[in-house]
DNA sequence: AATCTTAATGGTGGACTTCATCATAAATTC
DNA sequence: GAATTTATGATGAAGTCCACCATTAAGATT
């Protein structure tokens, strides 16, 4: 009813303002003590004491003096994101691809291995692992400086990380996908949803940076979306939200085939190709591809508006395969969408490209670290234990 | 990107602690200074000073000694939900509704007054004035000890309250009912969408009292809905969220003429009870009474799945009119959403009736002080006091 | 009716945290 | 080299919480 507002002993108050500086320290980058003070709204002396308990924890290090200013140098403190690591995972029908940060969600390595969605469920795993051995050895860290992975799996995946459902990948529902990459790297694994993951770092890092509230449309082959609300990831009761695709009326699981029979492509062209090849026909102002464009914007237009209506976002991104072909997409959505909306969205186009499931995993563990590690109850614990095993 | 962790002063340590200490007090009911203790995790020592700082702002009160108990009796103190009054309205087609309330939700008056969609806003405006100040003597409270107002109206309410559009009544879209109603009691006044509100007062005192995450399914001559997400009330980026009626695939605005032409009903029955005498023809087991009421379901569980494909709740719950003949519709429904969700959602009917929508104007409006005033920032103010003018 | 048990109450001292203030130190600038 | 600017270090004061102990007030027992 109330929200929690917890009080408690002066070592919590101490304990809260060490977690004020450093969240300061981590949001505005390296500062100065004064600085510092003036954000965390602490005195000077108080930051102080605080700054040195961080540093003896582990948290915070100083910098090497800058110079240039006037008075006597000040010296610079820094959060210390290379304290662990964050383990990011995309799993898609193509391609396995995985990604090694810092706390401050730096981006250090990455490594990307095909795969094709008939592959049997042992041989995507075993890909799996080897993208995480060559993270670890690539970015030079060991299987205990990862603090938290994170996988983003194509599919319906529930709120305890289960991939329930997959479609567009063979032999992969109820994978225990987080039990056999937690097995192997001894940290939490957290599951989520690939579209999930994409909106996320499109939110933070992306073409929706200032925009809280959006939904984000996968378009491809296969059709899906996530939605976004006050920042975070919407999962919903049971971890479905954005499953607009089972939908009759819209079918978003072959609207991709309504880009297929037109008569500009020549045949013979791969499946794989045929869209592009209708987009580009679109492009050069071909009859039948628009049409075809059209006809598929036209359903696209139909489901998106059913969410948006429910959810009323500021944006809708367009992301996935087609996001590519944005330049003959976006305008005829945008007129679609229009008719259909109380109050229309603004509709752009996904910035990422195909690192943004992976990046996106790096933020979601990045800020699931920070609402788990530098939690007020338990205080910034020491920097160099990696953190207790959590889900 | 981290959620704000403040700590502060010693002085601040306390108000936390003095607010930890009135939310137990609030959530739990009248306590022992040991039980309090207890929940608040503070000293008793503590506690007891927090307490009597509380009883001299006037935000708890000493309650008589109950006795029963072993040892020597525990004096038990009490949130002084008397100390301010909230008031609810429902501004609907055909009545407006009000409620006075302490600040516990306790209901202490009701009045209610009839009106049709087709009068004037003047004449609408007086009447709700009417209703104001029925309340106020009503239950012997002055204009001052009303805190903060919350009207629940029907269309489309934008963040900023105002009623930006409207379909059921006549002459109210743009009305400056915020300005209007505040004018008159010099508090506070938030606007809500009546669905939000119907759906936020189900979630805290009805049908979805366990249930955080879930959708109201406004069903009547004109169907709405609203979304609840973590047991809050979603309203999107611009307050639309829930307006799922516009969508072209729905048309729920005009769904409820589908129970129009039944050969059961006699003709020269009155509109507003046609829809009824289908419902009771369907009961009676009548085939073209039965037709009618499974083309109006199909319609409703499209929209409806619709919705629960993008927030995936674990519970919707069917208010309104039409709600009254939950016998005849719950089943069907049900049937027909099984075949079009992911995770179906379970069907409950409402159990609120027709104060729904002003009850949850006040828990609205208890919820908003409960963050406004109970401010770490500004600590527990005076209870004494009116709070300051707040949006 | 006197005594025992139970549990709340009141008070004291100790430990801890934060803050304001001042004198000091280390750079740049003139 | 002096002046200026800014950071640093140290001290004392004030505020807050907690553990502990003796006291008090009621019901339960004999």
């Known amino acids: 009813m109330t929200h929690p507002v917890t009080g408690g002993d002066l070592q919590r108050l101490r304990r809260l303002n060490a977690l004020s500086a450093l969240a300061a320290l981590r949001a505005g980058g390296p500062m100065t003590l004064t600085q510092l003070a003036e954000r965390a709204d602490l005195a000077r002396a108080t930051i102080k004491v605080v700054v040195s308990d961080l ?42 691809l995985g990604v090694v940060a810092d706390l401050d969600g730096n981006v250090l390595h990455t490594t990307r291995e095909p795969v094709t969605p008939e592959q049997p469920r042992a041989e995507r795993l075993a890909a799996v692992d080897r993208v995480v051995d060559a993270c670890l050895t690539g970015s030079g860290a060991s299987a205990s400086d990862v603090w938290i992975a994170v996988a983003g799996s194509t599919g319906y995946v529930d709120l305890q990380g289960r991939v329930v459902l997959s479609r567009a990948i ?80 819209f079918n978003l699981g072959h609207v991709g085939e309504l880009l297929q029979a037109v008569p500009a492509v020549e045949p013979g062209t791969p499946p794989d190709a045929v869209a592009g090849a209708v987009f580009e026909a679109a492009r050069r102002g071909d009859a039948g591809a628009r049409g075809a464009v059209l006809r598929y914007v036209k359903v696209l237009a139909l489901a998106t508006s059913a969410m948006a209506l429910t959810v009323d976002p500021d944006l809708v991104v367009l992301g996935g395969g087609f996001s590519r072909s944005a330049d003959v997409l976006l305008e005829p959505l945008r007129d679609e969408l229009e008719t259909m909306c109380l109050r229309t969205p603004e509709l752009r186009a996904s910035v990422l490209g195909d690192e943004c499931v992976a990046v996106g995993a790096v933020c979601y563990g990045v800020e699931h670290l920070s609402k788990t590690l530098f939690n007020p109850e338990t205080g910034p614990l020491p920097a160099d234990t990696p953190p207790p095993l959590m889900v």
């Open 55 to 96: 540093m003896e924890l582990g948290w915070v290090a100083q910098m090497d003096p800058s110079g240039g200013e006037k008075g006597r140098p000040a010296r610079r403190y820094r959060f210390r994101g290379e304290a662990g690591r964050v383990l990011g995972l995309d799993i898609g029908a193509h391609k396995v």
């Open 170 to 249: 063979q032999d992969w529902s109820s994978v225990p996908l987080a039990d056999h990459v937690g097995a192997r790297l001894g940290c939490a694994v957290l599951v989520e949803n690939d579209s999930r993951l994409a909106a996320l770092a499109e939110c933070r890092r992306g073409i929706a940076r200032d925009t809280p509230n959006l939904i984000f449309l996968h378009v491809g082959r296969r059709a899906g979306a996530a939605v976004v609300l006050d920042g975070v990831p919407l999962r919903g009761g049971g971890g479905a939200a954005g499953e607009i695709g089972v939908h009759p009326l």
